[in-house]
C-alpha cells in the first residue's frame, strides 16, 4: 500500500492512497474460508461445499468490503501521523473510468481542506467595552415595591382604574392567538390605550391593536404566548375578555416581610433589604455583563483576524455532508450562514492550544457542585450534605449531553477569565437600563 499527498495550494490537498492485491487477500481468503465452513448449502455437506462455489458467490462483495476498510483505516492513520489539520471530512475524488473488474490493484484519491495558519492578536486597536452593571436606587425601589406586591393582599375591584391588575383572554382567530393572560394597567401604553380599560367591567371585551399596546414587546411576547421572532413588528387586531380585575394592597416593610422572604432573623432592616437585594441582582448583573464582554470580544475577534478558507472545498462537503444533500447553491448558502462560526471555531481552537487552556475532570466535577449547589439553593437546600452533592455530581456527569454542555460552560468561563487577564477594555460602570439600550438597541 502506498499513500501520498500533494498540496494543490495552502488550504487544498489531494492525497491518493494505492492498494494492491497483497494488501488485502490473505484476509478476505480467510473470511471466505470461514464462510465455506459455515456454509449450508443443499447438496453439499457442511465444511465441505467447494471454495469456488464460495468465491463465486461472496468473493467480490467481501473483497469490496475489506478494501473499504483498509483504505477508511489508512487515511485515517495518515492524516493522524501526518498532523493534518483538515476541515469537514475527506472528499472522495470521482473516477470516472473506475471498475472494481478490470484489476485487483486500485486507487483512490481523496480531497482536503486544510486549516489555515494565522495568529490571533489580543492587542485590540479599539478597546472593546467592558460593563459593570450596578443595582441603582431606582431599582431598589421597584424592587422594594414588587416584594411588597408580592406579599401584599389582593383585593378584587368591580371596574377597571389605575394600578390593577387585569385577568383575561386575547383572541385572534388568523393566527390562532387564544391565551389567558394577566397584565398590568401600568403596562398598558399610551392614553388611547388606557382609555379602552379604563372602567370596563367583568364579562366586557374591548378591541385592541397589538402594535404599541405595552411599553415592552417582551410583556406583549408573554400576554399573547408567541415567540420573539412572531412578536417583531407584529400589528394585528385582538380581542381582550375581561374575567378579573384586581388591585394589591402593599405589604408593609417591616419584620414580618422581611422573614417571609429571606427566613426567619436574616434580614431586619430596610436598608439590610435593600443591601441584599443589591447583591443579589449585581450578582445576575455580572453574568449578563460576562457573556455580553464575551459576545463582544468573539465578534470583535472574527472581524479582526484574517485568514482564507478553503471555501470550495467547504462548500462541497456541505452539500454532502448532512442527511439530505444540498443543490450547489443551497450549499453556497448554508457556508454564508456558517462562515462566522466556523472562522470563531478555529479562532478558539488557536487559542486554547497556544495557551495550554484544558480542562481537567476535576475541575469539571467542582465546576459541576457549585451549579448543582445554586440549583439546589434556589429549592432552599442551602448546605446539602458532602456525599449527597457529590452524588448528584456523579449522575449530572454520567448524562453525555449534559456533561458536554457543563464542559461548554467551563470552557467559556475559562475563555473569558483570559480574554479579562490578556486584553485591554474600556471600563464603564452603567446602570441596568442603560446597559440595556447600549447593548441591544
Known amino acids: 500500500m502506498n499513500i501520498t499527498k500533494e498540496n494543490i495550494d495552502a488550504l487544498n490537498a489531494v492525497v491518493k492512497v494505492e492498494i494492491s492485491a497483497e494488501d488485502y487477500q490473505d484476509k478476505v481468503a480467510k473470511i471466505l474460508e470461514d464462510y465455506r465452513r459455515k456454509a449450508n448449502i443443499p447438496g453439499f455437506r457442511k465444511g465441505h461445499v467447494p471454495m469456488g462455489m464460495v468465491k463465486k458467490q461472496y468473493g467480490k462483495s467481501v473483497m469490496i468490503d475489506e478494501v473499504n476498510k483498509l483504505l477508511q483505516e489508512s487515511l485515517n492513520n495518515f492524516l493522524v501521523e501526518e498532523k493534518l489539520d483538515i476541515l469537514g471530512n475527506p472528499l472522495p475524488k470521482v473516477q470516472e473510468d473506475f471498475s472494481w473488474d478490470t484489476s485487483e490493484n486500485y486507487s483512490f484519491e481523496f480531497e ?54 387585569i385577568t383575561g383572554t386575547f383572541v385572534n382567530e388568523e393566527k390562532e392567538i387564544n391565551k389567558k393572560s394577566t397584565i398590568s394597567f401600568d403596562a398598558i401604553k399610551g392614553k388611547a390605550n388606557q382609555k379602552k380599560f379604563l372602567g370596563k367591567k367583568v364579562g366586557d371585551v374591548i378591541e385592541l391593536k397589538t402594535k404599541g399596546l405595552f411599553d415592552d414587546d417582551h410583556k406583549l411576547m408573554g400576554a399573547l404566548g408567541l415567540s420573539h421572532e412572531e412578536i417583531h413588528d407584529l400589528n394585528i387586531p385582538v380581542t381582550f375578555t375581561i374575567e378579573e380585575i384586581n388591585a394589591t394592597e402593599l405589604a408593609e416593610v417591616n419584620q414580618e416581610l422581611f422573614d417571609k422572604v429571606f427566613g426567619p432573623g436574616v434580614v431586619t432592616s430596610e436598608a439590610e433589604l435593600r443591601a441584599k437585594i443589591k447583591e443579589d441582582a449585581e450578582k445576575q448583573f455580572q453574568t449578563q455583563a460576562d457573556q455580553q464582554l464575551l459576545n463582544a470580544v468573539t465578534e470583535y475577534l472574527v472581524e479582526n483576524t484574517k485568514f482564507d478558507l478553503p471555501a470550495e472545498f467547504l462548500k462541497k462537503w456541505l452539500a454532502v455532508a448532512g442527511e439530505k444533500p444540498m443543490t450547489p447553491e443551497q450549499a453556497s448558502e448554508e457556508f454564508e450562514k456558517s462562515e462566522k462560526g466556523l472562522r470563531y471555531q478555529l479562532i478558539e481552537g488557536k487559542i486554547l492550544k497556544d495557551n495550554n487552556l484544558q480542562i481537567s475532570f476535576e475541575e469539571l466535577k467542582e465546576f459541576t457542585k457549585g451549579f448543582v449547589k445554586a440549583q439546589m439553593a434556589q429549592y432552599g437546600q442551602l448546605n446539602p450534605e458532602e456525599k449527597e452533592l457529590d452524588d448528584i455530581v456523579q449522575r449530572v456527569l454520567s448524562n453525555q449531553d449534559e456533561a458536554k454542555r457543563l464542559q461548554e460552560q467551563l470552557m467559556s468561563k475559562k475563555l473569558l477569565d483570559f480574554y479579562k487577564e490578556n486584553m485591554a477594555f474600556k471600563e464603564k460602570e452603567v446602570n441596568y437600563e442603560k446597559f440595556v439600550k447600549e447593548v441591544y438597541k
Open 112 to 165: 482536503l481542506g486544510l486549516a489555515p495558519e494565522f495568529e490571533v492578536n489580543l492587542d485590540t486597536k479599539k478597546k472593546i467595552t467592558r460593563y459593570t452593571i450596578v443595582a441603582d436606587d431606582d431599582l431598589l425601589d421597584k424592587e422594594v415595591e414588587n416584594i411588597q406586591k408580592r406579599y401584599g393582599k389582593i383585593i378584587p375591584k368591580e371596574a377597571v382604574e389605575e394600578g390593577v391588575n
